[in-house]
C-alpha cells in the first residue's frame, strides 16, 4: 500500500524467501508479529509523511 502511495513499483522477486524468513521468525518468537506490525506502521507513517511534504513543496 505505502508503494502505491508513494507511485513505487513493488518487486516480488524475492518475496517467497522474505516471507519464508518471517515464518521461521515467528515461529521463534509469537509476539514479533506485533513488534513488526508496530515497526512497520513507523515506517510507512514516516514515508507518506515526507512525500506529502515533498508534494506541498514542490506545489508551491
Known sequence: ????????????AQSG????SWLRALN???RLIFKA???AQKAADLL?????VEEERAAA
Open 37 to 39: 506490525a508496530s515497526e
Open 28 to 30: 521463534d518468537d509469537k
Open 1 to 12: 500500500m505505502v508503494c502505491a502511495q508513494l507511485g513505487l513499483t513493488p518487486d516480488f
Open 48 to 52: 507518506t509523511k515526507r512525500h506529502h
Open 17 to 20: 524467501a522474505y516471507l519464508k
